[in-house]
């Protein structure tokens, strides 16, 4: 099977995705059972236009760059809307951010084209370098995110007690240790996922969960799909 045919071979999914438009103008929720490596198929009571440039945004903090191909009526005054995602080289895809070093983002490559980022809203990623304290605990969970991490050993990176640490990372960072450290994993999953050919599981404790079930708990949560269901999207087969 080629390259071409493979990045549009579509797996069904079953979804509800948040999608706006790039100029702010349109949002709509849309559901979907249809996706691929190079787009995907969505159903909604308020279409875009075609050449619309949307956010798909699926979970928690998953989001797609895409522009909208076609547009047809169904029954019942519902709407189906198709979209490419985009290409994070060539593209531009002006105010929607996805070159960020700190976000999920990968350069296209010949088998697939797809541009996408992992949000973690109210996140002050400038207290990292303002504060030593939190510079030392990023620059320790950078290099050892793959082990078990608690927060007390955080703490003690920070030279914080552990209560004060707690308190002081959500006031200046904008999150919880906990989100943040989980937020940073399963960015590490989708990488993995995305590049290489490892299992499921390798990736589950490869990037430091300590239970598959946790890891496909927090997957879920952060983009609506299954760590499966993500790595037919990104690595088609």
Do not use: C
Not at 105 to 124: F, G, I, S, V
Not at 213 to 227: C, D, E, V, Y
């Amino acid at each position: 099977m080629g390259d071409e045919r493979r990045k549009n071979q579509r797996h069904k999914v079953s979804l509800q995705a948040d999608i706006v438009s790039k100029e702010g103008s349109y949002r709509s929720k849309a559901s979907s059972k249809d996706l691929s490596g190079g787009g995907g198929y969505f159903i909604t009571e308020q279409p875009p236009a075609v050449g619309d440039q949307l956010e798909v945004r699926l979970g928690s903090g998953l989001v797609f760059a895409a522009r909208v191909t076609r547009v047809s009526k169904l029954f019942d005054g519902k709407h189906g809307f198709a979209v490419q995602f985009l290409d994070p080289v060539s593209t531009d895809t002006g105010d929607i951010n996805f070159t960020s070093d700190e976000h999920v983002h990968h350069e296209a490559n010949e088998n697939k084209k797809l541009a996408y980022q992992l949000e973690l809203r109210d996140l002050n990623r400038e207290a990292f370098s303002y504060y030593r304290p939190l510079g030392r605990v990023q620059e320790f969970v950078d290099e050892h995110y793959s082990e078990e991490i608690s927060l007390e050993k955080a703490a003690g990176h920070a030279a914080m007690e552990k209560t004060y640490f707690s308190f002081f990372f959500r006031k200046k960072v904008g999150v919880t240790f906990s989100s943040w450290l989980q937020y940073l994993r399963v960015a590490k999953a989708m990488s993995m996922m995305e590049s290489m050919d490892y299992s499921i599981t390798e990736v589950a404790f490869a990037v430091g969960f300590q239970e598959l079930s946790t890891f496909q708990k927090a997957f879920k949560k952060w983009t609506h799909l299954t760590p499966r269901e993500f790595k037919k999207l990104a690595r088609p087969a």
